[in-house]
């Protein structure tokens, strides 16, 4: 360990970048960060740190080319889609070969499993499910190794549900779908595992991950201490947020309008795509248009997908004995703590101190 | 025909001054697109037909009758400065300035030269805001007894350079970005007497991005929360003993009144709301441009005062260096990273 080493965090603008540019600002002994986003509107999080990020594109070699320089080791925390995540990987890995960076740190998900149930060890296949976030992830994983046999250190953590402040998915989504009394999930279908792993956990397996001897080439699942139902998972943040008990609707009509909603909700997404700039001109053009829009934006999202209810009654574990024998990784946050901290935070950042 | 540079190419440029200029014509106004990245300059001259560009203010001052300052706000005073000595009047983005010596400066050598310094403070143009500033000055709610005011949302703004983050903003962040629209508001509707209380906000030595401030005035309170990194309520509320106002920061065209005590929710049971709506409204933001470009042309032309001077923005640039000069660190318990202790060994 070195301070005067310096640590690339690519996706710094991002909830686990940004949560892992908290962490090295806070412990500056670790090494000097130098924080990477895509597009300066995502620095303000990290910007309340007298840092100078920097703006590197993935997509560009010629920026990575500057941001690696005198770089010893990479967080490689951002995601996009398809392209960013597999092509902006390359990019970074080639770039890191190339300027003599000692070590990448590459942030999977435990989605490279796809649909298997049961307990899933890292040798456990990796299965392709058509989903984007997923299958884009395989094919970064591949990549890594290919870098790993050419030379480049890489060590990639495949992390499960990761909450805590500042993620969108798992905390800010969820809280706001309580505030609105929109949590349309029957009980009985939210009995799967809920994998919860909070965020400083998995900061602490990155840092660890820079330096464990005898890692590279590995993965590594990062989860949580405990295992707990989504249901249980979604109660306990209703409750610490102070709302009244949820009350689900039956499970025959909820499923039967998830499968009803979901060809709109595709449409949908395929028309906004397609016509972005229309819709935006609508959308802007009166009161009853964005009224409108908003109403069916609303509507869908109070409507959980198909994909929702497949993830809440999935029996599933990613056991971290590896990550503990190999990083010494110890998950700490119990997941009632992890609860209390988000509601906190909640309730500072955001409108949840009362009912919307 | 009046001669004027937009300095700074960035999306305010693109999204509101432009649009303004063009519709003008030809015929009153002339227009020469500054950038030091030439590209860019480029690309929005052809977009809105303009073919004049420089890289720097100074290559085109002596030409200029006026310039729209659109650039990083740490920048606005020095090229302000420039180019009134060079006798040429200015339309300043907000913030005009970073701190109020700066803007004290500016305002001195506007005056004293008799060129005009004018302040793109939109929220002073909006119908609804002036409406409040009406029924304020009616008395029509009695006596203020508290204000609240929330505003912020993810900064989404299309920030072209990192100016307004870390390092490079020199410890200043939302409260002067958003937070100089609501305090200038503030002054603007309840005068200069408002004095700071406390001041608190999550900086860690960089660019603040969550607000929480006091103030006083006469016997009333005002409280301020603001944030560039989630959604808040963006409603003021202005409660006074006759009545409560509401105005949810997105209308242009429409406040809420609801009459009766101040005590109790604004929309409780029993009280009357009404919606009251001023007509001939602009539809969005942008269509505000033209009235703000008008009036600084017509200060221009006939040298009289603009709606927005450099000495009307200073009542809140001087709140917001009160609160900088007294900030303290909002509590935030889940930001301490506490590392494993095989790396504390």
């Known amino acids: 360990m070195s301070a005067e080493r310096k640590i690339l965090v690519t996706g710094a603008g991002g909830f686990i970048g940004g949560r892992v540019v908290e962490a090295l600002c806070q412990h500056p002994s670790l090494g000097q960060v130098v924080p990477s986003v895509r597009r300066w509107s995502t620095a303000a999080r990290l910007g309340r740190y007298p840092l100078d990020p920097i703006q590197c594109d993935l997509l560009n070699p010629s920026d990575l080319e500057s941001a690696l320089e005198g770089v010893d080791s990479v967080i490689h925390c951002a995601v996009g889609g398809l392209d960013a995540t597999v092509q902006g990987t390359r990019n970074l890995l080639e770039a890191a070969l190339g300027q003599g960076v000692r070590r990448v740190v590459h942030l999977s998900t435990v989605d490279v499993y796809g649909r298997a149930e049961g307990r899933l060890?890292?040798?456990?296949?990796?299965?392709?499910?058509?989903?984007?976030?997923?299958?884009?992830?395989?094919?970064a994983e591949s990549l890594c190794r290919t870098f790993q046999e050419r030379g480049l250190e890489v060590v990639i953590l495949r992390p499960t549900i990761v909450y805590g402040p500042f993620s969108d998915l798992w905390t800010v989504e969820f809280a706001e779908r309580l505030r609105e009394r929109a949590w349309l999930l029957p009980r009985e279908t939210c009995q799967g595992t809920c994998n919860l792993v909070y965020v400083d956990d998995l900061v602490r397996a990155i840092l660890l991950s820079l330096d464990a001897p005898g890692v590279a080439g590995r993965a590594y699942n990062v989860n949580g201490p405990d295992r707990i139902t989504w249901q249980g998972y979604v109660e306990a943040l209703n409750d610490g947020l102070g709302y009244p008990p949820l009350a689900p609707p039956p499970p025959a009509s909820a499923r039967l309008r998830s499968r009803v909603t979901e060809p709109f909700r595709a449409l949908i997404k395929v028309a906004y795509f397609r016509f972005e700039n229309q819709v935006q001109a609508i959308y802007k053009s009166s009161r009853l248009a964005r009224a409108l829009i908003k109403g069916v934006q609303g509507g869908l999202r109070r409507v959980p997908s198909p994909a929702e209810y497949d993830l809440y009654s999935?029996?599933?574990?990613?056991?971290?004995?590896?990550?503990?024998?190999?990083?010494?990784?110890?998950?700490a946050v119990h997941w009632e703590e992890g609860v209390n901290r988000s509601v906190a935070w909640l309730r500072h950042e955001g409108e949840f101190s009362r009912l919307g | 025909m009046i001669r004027i540079a937009v300095v700074g190419c960035g999306a305010i440029a693109e999204s509101f001054h432009l649009p303004a200029l063009e519709a003008l014509g030809k015929d009153e106004v002339s227009v020469v697109l500054v950038d030091p990245d030439r590209s860019r300059a480029r690309e929005l001259g052809r977009r809105f037909g303009l073919t004049e560009t420089a890289l720097s203010h100074r290559e085109v001052a002596g030409e200029l009758d006026g310039a729209v300052l659109c650039t990083p706000h740490h920048l606005h005073v020095p090229i302000a400065s420039e180019l009134v000595q060079a006798g040429v009047g200015v339309l300043s983005e907000k913030p005009l300035g970073t701190s109020v010596a700066e803007v004290e400066a500016l305002r001195d050598l506007s005056e004293s030269a008799g060129i005009p310094v004018a302040v793109n403070q939109t929220r002073r143009f909006i119908p609804a805001c002036r409406e409040i500033r009406r029924l304020l000055q009616a008395g029509e709610l009695g006596r203020v007894e508290s204000v609240e005011m929330a505003e912020g949302d993810r900064f989404g703004w299309p920030a072209a350079t990192p100016s307004m983050f870390g390092a490079a903003a020199g410890?200043?962040?939302?409260?002067?970005?958003?937070?100089?629209?609501?305090?200038?508001?503030?002054?603007?509707?309840?005068?200069?007497?408002?004095?700071?209380?406390?001041?608190?906000?999550?900086?860690?030595?960089?660019?603040?991005?969550?607000?929480?401030?006091?103030f006083r005035f006469g016997g009333a309170t005002l409280s301020l929360r603001l944030s560039w990194l989630a959604k808040q309520s963006n409603r003021y509320m202005i409660r006074g003993e006759d009545g409560v106002i509401t105005w949810n920061v997105y209308d242009l065209d429409r406040i809420e009144i609801s009459r009766g005590p101040a005590q109790g929710p604004a929309r409780g049971p029993g009280d009357r709301v009404r919606v009251h709506r001023i007509p001939g409204a602009p539809a969005s933001f942008a269509d505000l441009a033209p009235e703000v470009i008008g009036d600084f042309l017509d200060s221009l032309r006939t040298g009289s005062p603009p709606a927005v001077s450099a000495e009307d923005v200073l009542p809140a640039m001087r709140l917001i260096e009160a609160c900088y000069a007294r900030r303290e660190r909002v509590a935030m318990p889940w930001h301490d990273f506490t590392l494993d202790p095989s790396h504390v060994s």
């Open chain 1, 121 to 139: 060890p890292e040798d456990h296949a990796l299965q392709l499910t058509g989903r984007e976030y997923g299958d884009s992830k395989i094919a």
């Open chain 1, 314 to 331: 999935r029996e599933v574990e990613f056991p971290t004995d590896r990550a503990e024998q190999e990083l010494g990784y110890r998950p």
């Open chain 2, 171 to 214: 410890g200043k962040g939302v409260l002067l970005d958003i937070g100089v629209h609501a305090l200038d508001l503030a002054t603007w509707w309840f005068g200069s007497e408002l004095s700071l209380e406390s001041h608190n906000d999550d900086s860690f030595g960089g660019s603040e991005a969550a607000v929480r401030s006091r």
